[in-house]
């Protein structure tokens, strides 16, 4: 198996959804089957079903695809537990959502509970997004600290709100904000050598000041968790740093709503700290693929379908 002392798991966020996803792992294993089982009950609708078959538009709606991903991730996650016995990996991380899969993964809360906070999350963020709208927008070429000044300098100009998003990897950021501020970002970075600024299919500025109309209440929700230190410990996206009790953990995940995801910064953390291996849990290669423009030197696997699985235990 792996070298848990040089293994990461890192879990992925929105984006990472397709109608199929974790039915073959469904199908292969029991705990698996009994981990999207266990989901339907504990939001009392058929989310497996939503997975496996769609439609794809409303497995797309923030409040289905939060607790779809988190439910496949963990599904996973525990369908190598089957095969090997229990397994901790040195350090887990996850993008955006991803981090609340994370926090499962290292047993800081409950699966169930977990659910039901990542689908009041998806609730909030729908509405900040109703209540507030705003836009995001990919930006290819440009590195992050080039961006915030590009952001200030549009947020100056329109009397508007736009920030950094994701730091994904180097070359490719997104930035989040009110439509006109982003949309005289995405101009000044045109005008700056950017290889592409795209819109986004989103009607919300996730990771923004606009999301800060919903804090509060999913604080309230953050707070009614019984949360445990996590092991092992996850590196968070605000900080890029580890994250060690339950009150960083209340502090971290209300924050995560207005601030940008330090994926980079995360990883690079985690790289100098000796982890030479990561293991994306969950359906897609979407961190994979970052993960090779962050740091080509270390080894990035995949693990959300029964080969997958099958194979990473065999390591």
Same mark, same amino acid.
């Given at each position: 198996?792996?070298?848990?002392?040089?293994?990461?798991?890192?879990?992925?966020?929105?984006?990472?959804?397709?109608?199929?996803?974790?039915?073959?792992?469904?199908?292969?294993?029991?705990?698996?089957?009994?981990?999207?089982?266990?989901?339907?009950?504990?939001?009392?609708?058929?989310?497996?079903?939503?997975?496996?078959?769609?439609?794809?538009?409303?497995?797309?709606?923030?409040?289905?695809?939060?607790?779809?991903?988190?439910?496949?991730?963990?599904?996973?996650?525990?369908?190598?537990?089957?095969?090997?016995?229990?397994?901790?990996?040195?350090?887990?991380?996850?993008?955006?959502? $991803? #981090? !609340?899969? =994370? &926090?499962? @993964? +290292?047993?800081?809360?409950?699966?169930?509970? /977990?659910?039901?906070?990542? *689908? %009041?999350?998806?609730?909030?963020?729908?509405?900040?997004?109703?209540?507030?709208?705003?836009?995001?927008?990919?930006?290819?070429?440009?590195?992050?600290?080039?961006?915030?000044?590009?952001?200030?300098?549009?947020?100056?100009?329109?009397?508007?709100?736009?920030?950094?998003?994701?730091?994904?990897?180097?070359?490719?950021?997104?930035?989040? $904000? #009110? !439509?006109? =501020? &982003?949309? @005289? +970002?995405?101009?000044?970075?045109?005008?700056? /050598?950017?290889?592409?600024? *795209? %819109?986004?299919?989103?009607?919300?500025?996730?990771?923004?000041?606009?999301?800060?109309?919903?804090?509060?209440?999913?604080?309230?929700?953050?707070?009614?968790?019984?949360?445990?230190?996590?092991?092992?410990?996850?590196?968070?996206?605000?900080?890029?740093?580890?994250?060690?009790?339950?009150?960083?953990?209340?502090?971290?995940?209300?924050?995560?709503?207005?601030?940008?995801?330090?994926?980079?910064?995360?990883?690079?953390?985690?790289?100098?700290?000796?982890?030479?291996?990561?293991?994306?849990?969950?359906?897609?290669?979407?961190?994979?693929?970052?993960?090779?423009?962050?740091?080509?030197?270390?080894?990035?696997?995949?693990?959300?379908?029964?080969?997958?699985?099958?194979?990473?235990?065999?390591?």
């Amino acid at each position: 198996m792996l070298d848990p002392q040089t293994t990461a798991f890192v879990f992925p966020g929105q984006g990472s959804q397709s109608v199929g996803m974790g039915q073959a792992l469904a199908q292969s294993s029991p705990a698996a089957r009994a981990t999207f089982e266990a989901a339907d009950a504990a939001l009392g609708f058929a989310l497996s079903q939503l997975c496996w078959a769609g439609p794809e538009e409303v497995l797309n709606d923030t409040v289905n695809t939060q607790p779809a991903l988190l439910t496949a991730s963990v599904a996973a996650l525990r369908a190598l537990h089957e095969q090997i016995g229990d397994y901790a990996p040195r350090l887990v991380a996850g993008h955006s959502l $991803g #981090e !609340l899969s =994370a &926090l499962v @993964a +290292a047993g800081a809360m409950e699966f169930e509970e /977990g659910l039901l906070l990542v *689908r %009041r999350r998806g609730e909030l963020m729908k509405a900040a997004g109703e209540r507030a709208p705003g836009g995001m927008a990919a930006i290819l070429g440009m590195d992050a600290p080039a961006l915030a000044e590009v952001c200030a300098e549009a947020g100056a100009a329109t009397g508007g709100l736009v920030q950094v998003a994701n730091d994904n990897c180097p070359g490719q950021v997104v930035i989040s $904000g #009110e !439509l006109a =501020a &982003l949309e @005289a +970002a995405m101009e000044l970075c045109k005008a700056r /050598g950017a290889k592409r600024a *795209r %819109r986004l299919p989103v009607s919300i500025a996730a990771h923004s000041p606009l999301m800060q109309i919903v804090v509060a209440e999913f604080q309230l929700a953050v707070d009614a968790v019984p949360f445990i230190s996590p092991v092992p410990e996850l590196v968070a996206n605000v900080s890029a740093a580890p994250l060690s009790d339950p009150n960083a953990i209340r502090a971290e995940l209300p924050a995560q709503l207005t601030s940008p995801v330090r994926w980079t910064e995360t990883i690079r953390y985690m790289v100098a700290a000796g982890i030479t291996t990561f293991v994306e849990v969950g359906p897609k290669d979407v961190l994979h693929g970052l993960l090779k423009r962050i740091d080509p030197s270390v080894t990035g696997l995949t693990m959300g379908t029964p080969e997958e699985v099958a194979a990473i235990a065999a390591r």
